[in-house]
């Protein structure tokens, strides 16, 4: 079966939806099955696997509301080398529809169970509210897995998000667990981050992957060309990191 992470921080603009589909190439690079699932209505990481959001015919919206199963709305990242249940405008009415329904959070873990079989790794990226969708995303996965800038304000949200997860997991989820903490965006020079960096190691020990994401421009321009920044410029800096990142997932999963 299928290990199901999220993608996820109550901060905006930490670099999760960046982690999520290179993350994704990386560990298709590294020979896994992988599916992504866009749970944000911007669908940004649907575009930035090379999939036009608005030319979808099923999406994830349509798996929340059970009038599609993974299997009809997934759609090919040829270039990826992944699957991926993509996201657009529409997703931000699920919200709405979702209130009066029954099992509404769960409705994602349902549909990924039986699509679990086709694959080792699915990766769920998160909207940066915690929300219906959010919700549905973390009562549907094994473990979070937390992008974060080494800074100080970083700090704060992630203290509101490790309590989402414990309520989570108290309430809805016992799987539920944070895998681990990357850093991203990481630029040595800068001594608050290396400070902040060595706070975050200190705090939550083991809990820190070794990989650690540099700040790189490559990786900020692969969107704008509907590609994975690991699959744009294999040679990019911030892209061997990611790759380095896929090949530390499979290790940890190992431990699990």
């Known amino acids: 079966m299928a290990k199901i992470f999220c993608v996820a921080n109550q901060k905006g603009g930490v670099g999760k939806t960046t982690t999520t589909v ?6 298709a690079k590294v020979g896994q099955r992988v ?16 999939i036009d959001k608005r030319q979808l015919k099923l999406t994830v919206y349509d798996v929340l509301l059970e009038s599609a199963s993974v299997a009809e709305a997934k759609v090919r990242s040829d270039k990826g080398g992944f699957d991926v249940l993509g996201a657009n405008r529409e997703l931000a ?4 529809e979702l209130v009066d329904v029954e099992r509404r959070e769960q409705r994602l873990k349902t549909a ?13 990226d998160c909207p940066p509210s915690l ?5 549905n995303g973390l009562c549907a996965a094994h473990g979070v897995i937390v992008p974060m800038q080494c800074e100080y304000f970083a700090l ?26 990357l850093r991203v965006m990481f630029d040595p020079r800068i001594t608050l981050q ?20 540099p700040r790189n421009v490559r990786l900020a321009e692969a969107p704008s060309y509907g590609l994975p920044g690991v699959v744009f410029d294999p040679a990019a800096r911030g892209s061997t990191a990611y790759v380095d990142f896929a090949a530390e997932m499979v290790e940890r999963i190992k431990t699990m």
């Open 156 to 181: 704060e949200g992630l203290t509101d998000l490790v309590n989402t997860i414990k309520q989570v997991h108290a309430n809805l989820n016992r799987d539920l667990k944070i895998i681990g903490l």
């Open 112 to 124: 990924l169970a039986a699509a679990g079989s086709d694959y080792d790794f699915v990766l769920v």
């Open 93 to 96: 009415g699920a919200e709405v």
């Open 35 to 50: 599916l992504m699932v866009d749970l944000d209505p911007q669908g940004n990481a649907t575009m930035g696997s090379g």
């Open 131 to 135: 929300s219906m969708l959010t919700l």
């Open 22 to 27: 290179n993350l994704a190439a990386g560990l």
């Open 194 to 213: 290396q400070q902040v960096s060595e706070q975050l190691k200190a705090h939550f020990k083991d809990k820190v992957f070794n990989t650690v994401i």
